[in-house]
């Protein structure tokens, strides 16, 4: 499967911002689905994940409550609701898949990457 996200941009401190990532291929509701992001000089962290069918996800203490992981299984594709937007949250977002039923938060555990898109929250 081929994954493109995209909706990054610069935002301020408090904005919202939804990212989508659209995958190809006609499997895309027999993949888990995860959100990472990697910030300069840190390691990736997974953000969100969600299962095949949407109804159970996953999300660290850091982002709970404010970012929102669902997907469209008719249209290939999965989002991240952000709210409440802070300067830590800026770093570069990625979209990934796995195949299998379990949710994971390790990124070795993915079987495909999207390229990236770069999210910048300003104080």
């Known amino acids: 499967v081929q994954l493109q996200a995209c909706g990054g941009g610069l935002v301020q401190a408090g904005d919202s911002l939804r990212l989508p990532c659209a995958a190809s291929?006609?499997?895309?509701?027999?993949?888990?689905m995860g959100w990472f992001r990697q910030a300069p000089g840190k390691e990736r962290e997974v953000v969100a994940a969600i299962s095949r069918s949407g109804d159970s996800t996953y999300y660290p203490d850091s982002v709970k409550g404010r970012f929102t992981i669902s997907r469209d299984n008719a249209k290939n594709t999965v989002y991240l609701q952000m709210n409440s937007l802070k300067p830590e949250d800026t770093a570069v977002f990625y979209c990934?898949?796995?195949?299998?039923?379990?949710?994971?938060?390790?990124?070795?555990?993915?079987?495909?990457w999207g390229q990236g898109t770069l999210v910048t929250v300003s104080s």
């Open positions: 990934a898949a796995r195949g299998g039923t379990a949710l994971s938060i390790r990124p070795e555990a993915y079987d495909y």
């Open positions: 291929g006609r499997t895309f509701s027999s993949y888990v």
